[in-house]
């Protein structure tokens, strides 16, 4: 394939830095031939961005939307071709990529797109004064993501940023560096100027260096905690604003009551779905004593009908894990819950790129129910009563996501309201449409992305005091 390593200033662009060769997970087989950016493109990107940036903000946010519409629509009609190369550089399975990543990513470009026109500033009455509040770009925001849903990311934080008269220099993960730079072609031909949505590709040294320039005002990551740590503090370092979308262990409750058959769905759609690599799986499924074992049966049973497989395959269901290294992360998890006594209840470390849908019962205490394991592996724990389950799934540090499975009202909404999670369902799971904001509470992360919360995180307030009579001075 052939394919620029780099969108500078309106252009597709070639690296000084070291070779960025790209895998397709499922063979192993070399895609694409990038070089990562360097001094010079970082350069050249941060100076168009700066340039670009001001004549941006000045644009009629109406048409500054239609950009993003037009994004959309371009998307949207080449959805097969986008869809084929996101299954070859992600390795998940076509009946995926079909439905979810850039489906998202134009349903966010068109919904930024369409509010645009929508944002206003206040109008506070003072009595004879008044002020006034003028929401304003940040300026040069950088993007930083992570493999799991590449284009989705771009485009979540694209939007946003874009539709509020930012530039945006994204650096995708080094792992899916293609669909960011399809993203950054597709806004050009939709008519974003140059420099105002750049593509720069490398590793974490490129993401640091980013940041730690002057010229940049925010930086949205994604990415797991032990990254946003260190981005937040290197932001904190010259006061950039920050959103941070980063990894977590979220807990999904199964009361007695629940439907057994809808519960065990969102299990395998909040477990297995993209071989279990997305940030807000409910990796921990509490389940309440009366419905754990026909739960267990029932989700042993509905999971060994997943096809592992071809991701190209239209019937694939379960992928290829996206590298060498994750894959002896996730094994290595599996190798040592084995040995630690879990109950293992299907699945295993599996071979080739593949790693089978796997369920263990384990103690809260067992890596297994305290550590991301990022790859398809569901961890199930039992419990008696309701005060118990909230306070267990409460107890580790990151608070991404969260579930409820019950058919009382009451309790449902009493749950989710205790839970300490920025995301949460109630019977449901892992839906995560753009009108609604997506973010997390405690360690694992802060900011929103999606919804008009996002807008907030993509500009500043200017607030303006209009004195309308005579300045009234001691002296
Ligand atoms: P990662 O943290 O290794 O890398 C994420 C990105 O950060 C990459 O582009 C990487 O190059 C860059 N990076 C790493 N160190 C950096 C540094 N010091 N300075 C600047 N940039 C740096 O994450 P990953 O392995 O690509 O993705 C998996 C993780 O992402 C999981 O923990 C997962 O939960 C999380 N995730 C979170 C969300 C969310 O929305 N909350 C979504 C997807 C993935």
């Given at each position: 394939m052939t394919q620029p390593s780099h969108w500078i200033d309106g252009r597709p662009a070639e690296g000084s830095g070291a070779a960025l060769p790209v895998r397709?997970?499922?063979?192993?087989?070399?895609i694409a031939n990038l070089r990562a950016a360097a001094a010079p493109e970082i350069e050249a990107a941060l100076a168009a961005a700066t340039r670009a940036q001001k004549d941006w903000a000045a644009w009629r946010p109406a048409d500054r939307g239609r950009v993003l519409l037009d994004a959309a629509r371009l998307i949207r009609e080449r959805a097969e071709e986008l869809a084929q190369l996101e299954t070859l550089d992600t390795g998940k399975p076509i009946s995926e990529t079909r439905v979810a990543d850039w489906p998202s990513g134009a349903d966010a470009l068109a919904f930024f797109g369409g509010l645009a026109g929508a944002v206003t500033g206040q109008h506070i009455p003072l009595g004879r004064d008044w002020a006034y509040t003028i929401r304003e770009p940040l300026g040069v925001c950088v993007g930083i993501g992570a493999w799991n849903y590449p284009s989705q990311i771009a485009c979540w934080k694209a939007a946003p940023a874009l539709v509020m008269g930012n530039a945006m220099i994204f650096k995708p993960s080094e792992e899916t560096p293609l669909g960011a730079l399809k993203l950054a072609e597709i806004l050009t031909e939709a008519g974003a100027p140059p420099g105002i949505f750049q593509v720069l590709n490398g590793g974490r040294e490129l993401g640091a260096a980013l940041i730690g320039d002057a010229r940049v005002a925010k930086v949205s990551l994604t990415g797991s905690v032990a990254t946003g740590l260190s981005v937040y503090a290197a932001a904190a370092s010259g006061m950039r604003h920050v959103t941070m979308e980063l990894g977590g262990k979220s807990p999904l409750i199964v009361f007695d009551d629940a439907s057994i058959e809808d519960a065990v769905g969102a299990a395998i759609l909040g477990n297995f779905y993209s071989s279990g690599q997305v940030c807000s799986n409910g990796t921990r499924v509490f389940l309440q004593d009366g419905i754990a074992e026909a739960f267990l049966a029932r989700l042993a049973e509905r999971v060994a009908a997943l096809k592992q497989g071809d991701p190209r395959d239209e019937g694939t269901t379960l992928g290829p894990i996206i590298s060498p290294a994750q894959l002896e992360k996730i094994r290595g998890a599996i190798t040592e819950g084995r040995a630690s006594g879990a109950r293992l209840i299907c699945g295993g470390e599996g071979d080739g790129p593949f790693v089978p849908a796997t369920v263990f019962v384990a103690p809260d205490d067992s890596p297994l129910a305290t550590e991301e394991i990022f790859g398809p592996v569901l961890t199930a724990l039992t419990f008696r009563t309701e005060d118990e389950a909230v306070a267990r799934a409460n107890?580790?540090?990151?608070?991404?996501a969260a579930g409820v499975f019950t058919r009382d009202l009451a309790r449902a909404h009493r749950v989710v309201g205790r839970l300490e999670a920025g995301t949460t369902w109630i019977n449901a799971y892992n839906l995560t449409p753009v009108e609604m904001p997506f973010g997390a509470v405690k360690l694992s992360g802060i900011g929103r992305e999606n919804g008009t919360a996002a807008l907030e995180h993509y500009s500043q307030l200017k607030s303006v005091y209009v004195g309308m009579g005579p300045v009234d001075a001691p002296v």
């Open positions: 397709f997970p499922y063979t192993g087989e070399i107890a580790l540090p990151y608070g991404l």
